[in-house]
């Protein structure tokens, strides 16, 4: 492949203020990350305003996703053809479209359609932050500005079931959408007056697009698009259609390898690629990118999860659940800061080995879990964990971009957030399909320890039937519903065992990503691609 030598493409003196370029560029990242799960607790609601039912319901999240996936790594290719500043304000123009269309929505169908207008306007908000961020802001800072960016990505998706939560129960659930509009267009103002693209991008860009062109790969984004919607379908309906006992999971499986296979090939083959999946060749990429997105999977996993033990088991509302997780943001919000000044003092090694002993710490308490737990219990928890994850994720993403050249850095971070993105999905379906295996056989152990010739158990069951018959229940329907609780106390006992054996897992694969810091090394004194123009490379 041919190459031509950026020598003429100096980074260009910085004449913006770096933190105005922050706030501008975190509105979008932030809603784009809250309304990934901003949604869910207003399920309920919609579904009876859109006349929905349980299955068909779950696509206005699904839709979301997959428009999300799609977009993050054609974010480097937009962005060479109409700019990156261009192309990430068409995104958030967008993304606030579909939110406010979202809200206007009355059927499902139209929902669906409007989602998947606000996932493929969100898909390329957080991978142009954090490209822009790293040009904005000095070699030395990069610990700082990836902080910030880690701000956005973690801290969205763990307020939003708790702002959901109280605008469902204050106000109607279409402003969950239209929250987004006075935010969008704030951030929108901000972004074209403060936010401006390096002389030395935009010329790279401009001969890059130029080459693009002229041999646009529409073979490969065809291969991508297919290929990553099968794969996010079969990541987030699997579960609910048994996996492959269904015949369409069956088909996406087969699709998503087939079509990302050859995906692969022709990117490594192509004149000009859509992708330039060459970065991962890269050690400290792969290996940093690969370590995040494990660290992703937990995340999301343990977002849904705990969530889900806290109203199934403890009766927790929706608004009490998600202020029981509060703590971790605030811990986060108070660590990650700290995290990024110390960075350029303390090995990420160091960093990201704390990290994964404070998660697994995190998991070996929530592994104890039953039903007398209480929102201490959980906030101790979680609160150490939140503090692993701080730990994490700044060294992680500096660290993966640290040899990326600047002109390359659009192609990295959505490669970077794709790969995080996948990730997540796999971790939740990966989890979710595991408690519910592990409820089926606590549940037949613990039945197989309950006999009706036991002497606890039939005394037990006396009390209940008593106490039913004290309600004004006749002895038939007494003992029918002193059965009934007694087979409730035993799924609720499996689903606890689930859980926790659900939590302690998660832990203990953690641990397995701490041999791969052998590889994640970084050369502080070497400014990189950061620093210096280098020769261009599609």
């Not at 929102?375 to 150490?384: D, K, L, R």
């Amino acid at each position: 492949m041919t190459t031509a030598v950026l020598s003429q493409y100096a980074p260009a003196p910085v004449t913006t203020n770096k933190w105005l370029v922050t706030v501008s560029v975190t509105f979008g990242t932030l809603m784009g990350a809250i309304d990934s799960s901003i949604v869910n607790v207003a399920v309920p609601h919609i579904r009876g305003a859109v006349g929905a039912d349980i299955t068909e319901i779950t696509w206005i999240s699904t839709g979301f996703i997959i428009a999300t996936v799609l977009v993050m790594p054609l974010t480097a290719f937009f962005g060479r053809l109409f700019g990156q500043k261009n192309f990430y304000m068409f995104s958030l123009v967008l993304f606030i479209v579909g939110s406010a269309l979202c809200g206007l929505a009355r059927t499902l169908p139209q929902l669906v359609a409007f989602r998947v207008i606000q996932g493929l306007g969100a898909g390329a908000l957080q991978p142009t932050e954090q490209a822009i961020l790293r040009q904005t802001f000095p070699p030395e800072e990069q610990g700082t500005a990836m902080a910030l960016f880690g701000m956005a990505v973690m801290v969205g998706p763990a307020i939003g079931p708790t702002l959901g939560g109280y605008i469902v129960d204050h106000y109607a659930w279409s402003w969950i959408f239209y929250i987004n509009l006075p935010v969008g267009l704030l951030g929108l103002f901000m972004v074209s007056r403060f936010v401006h693209e390096p002389e030395d991008i935009r010329l790279a860009n401009r001969d890059m697009a130029a080459r693009q062109r002229g041999h646009l790969d529409w073979p490969g984004i065809a291969l991508l698009a297919v290929g990553l919607g099968s794969l996010q379908y079969l990541l987030e309906e699997g579960q609910r259609d048994d996996w492959f006992q269904s015949s369409t999971i069956v088909i996406c499986t087969l699709i998503a390898l087939f079509c990302l296979a050859g995906f692969v090939m022709r990117e490594f083959y192509a004149k000009v690629p859509v992708v330039n999946l060459r970065l991962f060749k890269d050690r400290v990429f792969l290996t940093g990118t690969m370590i995040g997105a494990t660290m992703f999977a937990m995340l999301m996993a343990n977002m849904f999860l705990l969530p889900l033990f806290m109203q199934e088991l403890l009766g927790f509302t929706a608004m009490q659940s998600g202020m029981a997780l509060m703590p971790r943001v605030l811990v986060m919000m108070i660590t990650v800061p700290i995290v990024g000044r110390l960075y350029n003092r303390v090995s990420p090694r160091l960093f990201v080995g704390i990290g994964v002993l404070f998660f697994t710490a995190g998991a070996f308490q929530m592994s104890k879990f039953n039903m007398q737990t209480t929102s201490t219990g959980i906030i101790a928890a979680i609160a150490v964990q939140g503090i692993g994850f701080s730990c994490l994720f700044v060294p992680l993403t500096t660290v993966a971009l640290s040899t990326i050249k600047r002109h390359q850095m659009t192609d990295a971070t959505g490669l970077n957030s794709l790969v995080r993105q996948v990730a997540g999905s796999i971790g939740l379906a990966v989890f979710v399909t595991l408690l519910s295996r592990y409820m089926d056989v606590a549940r037949t152990s613990v039945s197989s320890h309950v006999s009706a010739v036991s002497p606890v158990v039939f005394e037990r069951l006396a009390m209940l039937k008593g106490g039913f018959i004290a309600r004004g229940f006749d002895p038939y329907q007494a003992n029918q519903s002193a059965l009934t609780a007694l087979d409730f106390g035993i799924r609720t006992q499996a689903s606890v065992i689930a859980f926790d054996k659900i939590f302690i897992l998660a832990g203990i694969l953690f641990l397995i990503v701490l041999p791969l810091l052998l590889f994640l090394r970084i050369d502080r004194k070497a400014k990189g691609a950061t620093a210096h123009a280098e020769p261009m490379e599609l």
